[in-house]
């Protein structure tokens, strides 16, 4: 489903309306979020966020896992593998699975380091030990109580920030705010923006840490591109897409946005194929877009076709290195 657009006004009739079904919610996945977990054996690093939606996780986790391979460590991400149909544990092969499988994510996150699809976080968790784990990324899991963290870090775009600050169906919260922050050790805002100033402000007054993070697009996968594109996505926020390509002079001529995690389909793909033919148009998508084609014949002639824009995460602030070693050291202690 695409997200509706009121979450991410100020509230309204439509959240005021569905209020009542958000407190329900939220005081179920508080109360759960309050569990206590089991232990890995090993350090684990939670990489969450507070809302449904993009947020910037996806990167946050790879660079997470780089810093540490970087610093002598052995990372393995653990994740849910979201719209795969295989429950695990199992080892990702970036360049043999489909997502169908395994999920959009885990394709990319596995690039980098060694990633487990696992339901069961518990078994999973066992699983990346066996595969030489020396740290735990879990992907994913800020509200999931079943895996003991040892350093848990919140992932916040800076122009949306919390929305509407309401619990879904709501809002876009996962669980109430005071709840999900209160389980948190770092807040990491990605891009520019005053969205999350609110957010920010909670956290220092709570004395957690705030780091800021830029998203960088890969201008050499572009360069060969020398007509307008007709851009599309199925991703949590697709305007933060298409910001990135315009904001490499490439003019939008035609925009088509899918739900998150969207699967395409052969009539999908036929139309923007035929789209971009008749206006003379490049396409161009997500890295995680990509990821949906590969390896589903429904979805072959577009992957062929579109245009990639890759991105990297950078941390402006050098303190997420130091903490997050010295968070695994005083949990290895």
Sequence with gaps: MREPGFWWREPGAAAALLAPLGMLYGAVAG????????????????????????????????????????????????????????????LVDAHNDNAAEVGDEPLLIARVAPTIVARDRVAGAEFARRQGASVIVMDDGLQNPSLKKDFTVAVVDARRGIGNGKVFPAGPLRAPFDVQIGACDALLIVGDGSGADNVAASARSRKLPVWRARLEADAQAVTDIKRPVLAFAGIGDPDKFFASVEALGLNIAGRRVFPDHHRFTAEDAADLVMRADEQGLALITTEKDRARMTGDPAAAALSQRAHVLPVTMRFTDEAVRRTVLDRIARARS
Aim: charged share 15%; with cysteine.
């Design 31 to 90: 109360s759960r979020m309050r569990g206590s977990g089991a232990a890995a054996g090993v350090p684990v690093i939670c990489v969450g966020n507070f809302t449904l939606g993009g947020s910037g996780k996806t990167p946050a986790v790879i660079a997470i896992c780089e810093l540490l391979r970087q610093a002598d460590e052995s990372p393995v991400c653990l994740t849910r593998g979201y719209g795969g149909s295989d429950a695990g544990p199992r």
